[in-house]
């Protein structure tokens, strides 16, 4: 599986959009850019998922560029809740995943 | 509520215990794994089970057992743990574990050892 590469820590100030990148320039055609978050002694969330298409649910934005070697994972509007650690994990089946460390996003009031 | 119920949420024991660790999907999942979240390391995948058959074993010790009766439950049976095996323990499930369906997680449970 293609490694990925983001920041270790954000800040973020409420009610604004919290912009998370993602590096994965190593990403194969039939791989996936998931993007998971973790708030502190809960197990990870899953938020949304991708093949090259951008991709909009509920909970978020999944911007994947041109050439697929990065992407961009938007909250809207952020809230202190959404504190926490998100992962960008690439893969080519969504049963087999590498967890890295992760940006921590902290929001700020 | 993420569909997947794990129990209990925190467990002491001591090194010659024995103990299991239980998940239970409420998803209609075929494929569900345990995994190891040790403080400040990313997650390490211990097992996966797709319509109870262990389909990967990660080269983990003989004292952590797991079991799957039937898709939607999922135990891991400890016995003579060591204090490095403190840690949370996730459990998550997913469709299958060959397709590109996301994995979804249980909230863990806290695991120390006296």
């Known amino acids: 599986d293609a490694k990925t590469t983001q920041p270790p820590s954000m800040d973020c100030a409420e009610g604004r959009a919290a912009n998370l990148p993602c590096n994965h320039s190593?990403?194969?055609?039939?791989?996936?850019v998931y993007w998971y978050r973790q708030i502190h002694s809960q197990g990870p969330q899953y938020i949304i998922h991708g093949l090259k298409n951008n991709e909009t649910n509920e909970m978020a934005s999944l911007i994947i560029t041109e050439d697929r070697k990065s992407s961009t994972l938007i909250l809207p509007h952020a809230t202190l809740r959404d504190t926490a650690v998100y992962y960008c994990i690439v893969s080519n089946q969504g049963g087999k995943l590498i967890f890295g460390q992760g940006t921590e996003l902290s929001v700020k009031p | 509520e993420t569909g997947v119920t794990q129990t209990p949420r925190h467990l002491v024991m001591g090194m010659t215990n024995k103990k299991s660790l239980k998940c239970e999907q409420h998803?209609?999942?075929?494929?569900m794994y345990w995994y190891k979240q040790s403080a400040k390391k990313p997650l390490e995948l211990m097992f996966v089970y797709s319509l109870e058959e262990r389909v990967e074993n990660n080269s983990v010790p003989s004292r952590f057992s797991p079991e799957c009766p039937n898709s939607s439950h999922l135990f891991l049976h400890l016995h003579t743990l060591q204090p490095e095996d403190s840690a949370l323990y996730l459990c998550a499930s997913s469709q299958a574990p060959h397709s590109n369906q996301p994995q979804h997680f249980g909230d863990g449970t806290r695991l120390s050892i006296l």
């Open positions: 998803l209609g999942h075929n494929a």
């Open positions: 190593t990403i194969s055609g039939n791989e996936y």
